[in-house]
């Protein structure tokens, strides 16, 4: 489903069955902009004709929040300049350089390469393994990236999170959103969650001086800032104190 959130910010939902994650959309006065890009041209290609039914422009900039297959598989179906953090970019040209079939999968999840987890909803999204395509950013940023879209801003923020070490966030100041991808979660180490209680306090501290009511996450729904920050507290109080 899609749906429109505020003035200038609309959003697709994730779904489970192939772990496709939110996908963000936020239109400008001069220029439209997309948050992550889906996990394949079927993904992407579906967002495109939610925003063709809604009578909303195609998004020109298309922002990644991380490298993770589910969130940047589906660049090589948009045609919009691609920006991500330059730790992004090094991820995925190592991913482009990979080769597709079922037994390139299987070995790579035996390998450890692809986790167990990603493996199976990536044969439910891509029947043919030939078809997955590879796209690089075309824009990388270091820290902060500001964009001017007309009548508002998206500043994109790589932080500190307990997901991944490139792990990028977009705030719409003028929307008091906030789009974090998958930072707030746990990272996946093999075939296994693993919460960082360290990266996870610096990310909340980050977050705390941030001016957003709402936060989308990338495979739930939109999240109030007070609810975000409690599931971020009951996490640290199940974890042992960190000793830095």
Not at 76 to 92: M, N
Not at 111 to 117: A, C, H, K, N, T
Not at 216 to 243: C, K, N, T, V, Y
Request: hydrophobic share 35%; glycine share 6%; aromatic share 10%.
């Amino acid at each position: 489903m899609f749906h429109q959130f505020s003035r200038r910010v609309w959003y697709m939902d994730h779904d489970e069955a192939s772990d496709r994650p939110v996908l963000g959309y936020v239109r400008g006065d001069r220029r439209c902009l997309m948050i992550d890009a889906g996990n394949s041209r079927r993904h992407a290609e579906e967002f495109l004709t939610q925003l063709e039914r809604s009578r909303l422009p195609r998004p020109g900039l298309v922002a990644l929040t991380h490298s993770h297959w589910d969130h940047c598989y589906g660049l090589h179906a948009l045609d919009a300049v691609s920006i991500s953090c330059t730790a992004t970019l090094r991820d995925l040209e190592r991913d482009a350089a990979l080769s597709w079939s079922s037994d390139d999968l299987r070995r790579y999840g035996a390998e450890g390469i692809v986790p167990q987890f990603c493996e199976e909803h990536m044969r439910v999204e891509y029947p043919q393994l030939e078809e997955i395509t590879v796209a690089l950013p075309e824009i990388t940023f270091e820290g902060t990236l500001q964009l001017d879209l007309g009548g508002c801003c998206a500043v994109l923020r790589q932080l500190v999170n307990p997901h991944a070490p490139d792990g990028v966030v977009v705030h719409l100041p003028e929307e008091r959103t906030l789009f974090v991808g998958d930072a707030a979660y746990q990272e996946l180490v093999g075939n296994d969650w693993v919460d960082h209680r360290d990266r996870l306090e610096l990310f909340l501290r980050e977050l705390e001086q941030m001016d957003f009511t709402h936060c989308f996450i990338g495979h739930g729904m939109p999240m109030p800032r007070s609810e975000l920050f409690a599931w971020f507290g009951e996490r640290l109080d199940e974890q042992p104190p960190s000793h830095i």
